[in-house]
């Protein structure tokens, strides 16, 4: 728990505004950095309060049944609050250290964020007191610079996509939004509902509108991948099939791209395939024969056959090969294949800065 504020007769000159959180939680801060920052108390504080001089001007946070209608509320001589010792339901150790962090931020000091549910709780306070723009930057900070190593970000946006997704839009964040969705995408069937949850509606449509697109685009691959031959055909002199470069070769890859399909599609969990599919198929012809003299005078030889396929198989996958993530080197194998955001994919205009 953040130590708390105690006002005193320094302070006070230093700070014309305390808020009283709870019994022996009280925040300090000055009336004009609560204007630049929050939107909320820019709309409650008069200017002909404030001055060093003056008695503070105190906000006590009124506590409602449910803990996301709290507010914070100016006290006059006529509505001074009861703050209870004890706290209540709701009210954890973790909804204080989100208060703290919140003003600390405002006074350009850093937050202590214990994880994704910190973050998650301190966006709902900046929304609710209309500071979204100076939190951005300063939790967008916090988790790029992660103790001096960005990679752990990415890990974690991998272990929870979705709320994370959450996070990037109403921090407006591409980089977090743009990785975050990129997983989401590939895992639809399990993301969907939990993103129409906490999305935006405007940006949920996107998504729907882009996995659309995604699950096309494989149909695509799918059909011409499943029906791939030579082009133009193979000569009709070789009578032998076994001794035809071109058929061996055909075979091969053919076979290759069979059994990845089949691994994928056997079980239940084949979103979570694709992708490493996808990229056995881009590897299927890859393949090496030991080729007899006959073959070789073939008009259509091996080595000849198996280019023109790799050919067709690279624009029948356009991009469904690639890892759309940043952390490439750390996909294992059964990653997902998906889609990457456009920056006019995003429901905002520019990052807040």
Same mark, same amino acid.
Request: charged share 25%.
């Given at each position: 728990?953040?130590?708390?504020?105690?006002?005193?007769?320094?302070?006070?000159?230093?700070?014309?505004?305390?808020?009283?959180?709870?019994?022996?939680?009280?925040?300090?801060?000055? %009336? $004009?950095?609560? +204007?630049?920052?929050?939107?909320?108390?820019?709309?409650? #504080?008069?200017?002909? /309060?404030?001055?060093? *001089? &003056?008695?503070?001007?105190?906000?006590?946070?009124?506590?409602?049944?449910?803990?996301?209608?709290?507010?914070?509320?100016?006290?006059?001589?006529?509505?001074?609050?009861?703050?209870?010792?004890?706290?209540?339901?709701?009210?954890?150790?973790?909804?204080?250290?989100?208060?703290?962090?919140?003003?600390?931020?405002?006074?350009?000091?850093?937050?202590?964020?214990?994880?994704?549910?910190?973050?998650?709780?301190?966006?709902?306070?900046?929304?609710?007191?209309?500071?979204?723009?100076?939190?951005?930057?300063?939790?967008?900070?916090?988790?790029?610079?992660?103790?001096?190593?960005? %990679? $752990?970000?990415? +890990?974690?946006?991998?272990?929870?996509?979705?709320?994370? #997704?959450?996070?990037? /839009?109403?921090?407006? *964040? &591409?980089?977090?939004?743009?990785?975050?969705?990129?997983?989401?995408?590939?895992?639809?069937?399990?993301?969907?509902?939990?993103?129409?949850?906490?999305?935006?509606?405007?940006?949920?449509?996107?998504?729907?509108?882009?996995?659309?697109?995604?699950?096309?685009?494989?149909?695509?691959?799918?059909?011409?991948?499943?029906?791939?031959?030579?082009?133009?055909?193979?000569?009709?002199?070789?009578?032998?099939?076994?001794?035809?470069?071109?058929?061996?070769?055909?075979?091969?890859?053919?076979?290759?791209?069979?059994?990845?399909?089949?691994?994928?599609?056997?079980?239940?969990?084949?979103?979570?395939?694709?992708?490493?599919?996808?990229?056995?198929?881009?590897?299927?012809?890859?393949?090496?024969?030991?080729?007899?003299?006959?073959?070789?005078?073939?008009?259509?030889?091996?080595?000849?056959?198996?280019?023109?396929?790799?050919?067709?198989?690279?624009?029948?996958?356009?991009?469904?090969?690639?890892?759309?993530?940043?952390?490439?080197?750390?996909?294992?194998?059964?990653?997902?294949?998906?889609?990457?955001?456009?920056?006019?994919?995003?429901?905002?205009?520019?990052?807040?800065?």
């Amino acid at each position: 728990m953040p130590s708390p504020s105690h006002p005193s007769t320094t302070s006070r000159a230093l700070h014309d505004v305390e808020l009283h959180i709870a019994q022996d939680k009280i925040i300090c801060i000055h %009336s $004009s950095t609560l +204007r630049q920052c929050s939107g909320f108390f820019s709309s409650s #504080l008069n200017w002909a /309060e404030a001055g060093g *001089s &003056s008695p503070p001007i105190i906000y006590e946070l009124d506590l409602a049944d449910d803990v996301d209608y709290d507010i914070f509320r100016k006290q006059t001589d006529n509505s001074k609050l009861e703050i209870s010792a004890e706290s209540p339901p709701g009210r954890d150790e973790s909804y204080y250290r989100a208060l703290f962090n919140l003003f600390d931020i405002f006074q350009h000091r850093s937050p202590s964020i214990a994880g994704l549910d910190d973050i998650i709780i301190l966006i709902k306070l900046a929304d609710k007191y209309d500071s979204l723009p100076t939190v951005s930057r300063a939790v967008r900070l916090h988790l790029m610079e992660a103790g001096g190593q960005p %990679s $752990s970000l990415y +890990r974690d946006i991998a272990a929870d996509p979705v709320r994370y #997704l959450h996070v990037g /839009e109403k921090l407006r *964040s &591409s980089s977090i939004t743009k990785e975050a969705a990129t997983h989401v995408l590939g895992t639809w069937s399990q993301s969907r509902e939990e993103c129409r949850s906490i999305l935006s509606e405007t940006f949920f449509g996107t998504l729907v509108q882009r996995h659309h697109e995604l699950s096309e685009k494989k149909w695509a691959a799918n059909k011409q991948l499943l029906s791939l031959n030579l082009n133009p055909p193979r000569p009709t002199f070789v009578q032998n099939p076994l001794e035809d470069g071109a058929v061996i070769a055909l075979a091969r890859v053919r076979e290759l791209i069979s059994l990845a399909f089949s691994r994928c599609y056997q079980g239940s969990d084949y979103e979570n395939l694709e992708g490493e599919m996808y990229r056995e198929v881009a590897q299927s012809t890859a393949i090496t024969y030991t080729l007899t003299p006959k073959v070789a005078r073939a008009a259509i030889t091996f080595d000849s056959a198996r280019s023109h396929l790799q050919a067709k198989i690279a624009l029948a996958l356009g991009d469904l090969a690639e890892v759309h993530l940043q952390l490439q080197s750390e996909v294992l194998p059964g990653h997902i294949t998906s889609a990457q955001l456009k920056d006019s994919d995003l429901p905002w205009d520019g990052d807040w800065i």
